[in-house]
Nanobody
Framework: HVQLVESGGGSVQAGGSLRLSCATSNMYSRYCMGWFRQVPGKEREGIGNIGLHGLTTYADSMKGRFTISRDNAKTTLYLDLNNVTPEDSATYYC????????????????????WGQGTQVTVS
């Protein structure tokens, strides 16, 4: 069982930056880790994921302003948001999915087994 706890959300001005963190349990090293976001009334949207060896994949619409990284020693996942806009306001979630040979294979939320509770980001 993997436990995920996001932190770092809050209010930020447009054009600013924010770092979100996701603290995980010791099962972290077996999983592909992903970041998603959701706005009320809309489907959960995949931002990107990172495999065990640090290989990242991003949704096309998220490339350029978002950076995912993981600190395997601290079992922590990060999402850096840069040059944010009001459209980035959402609840952000980290999630874990079984990896395939250490690699991620999906950015669909249905393929992720474990989820954090989410952290709210508001851009004004």
């Amino acid at each position: 069982h993997v436990q995920l706890v996001e932190s770092g959300g809050g209010s930020v001005q447009a054009g600013g930056s924010l770092r979100l963190s996701c603290a995980t349990s010791n099962m972290y090293s077996r999983y592909c880790m992903g970041w998603f976001r959701q706005v009320p009334g809309k489907e959960r949207e995949g931002i990107g994921n990172i495999g065990l060896h640090g290989l990242t994949t991003y949704a096309d619409s998220m490339k350029g302003r978002f950076t995912i990284s993981r600190d395997n020693a601290k079992t922590t996942l990060y999402l850096d948001l840069n040059n944010v806009t009001p459209e980035d306001s959402a609840t952000y979630y980290c999630a874990a999915a079984p990896s395939r040979g250490g690699y991620c294979y999906s950015l669909f939320s249905r393929d992720y087994t474990y989820w954090g509770q989410g952290t709210q980001v508001t851009v004004s």
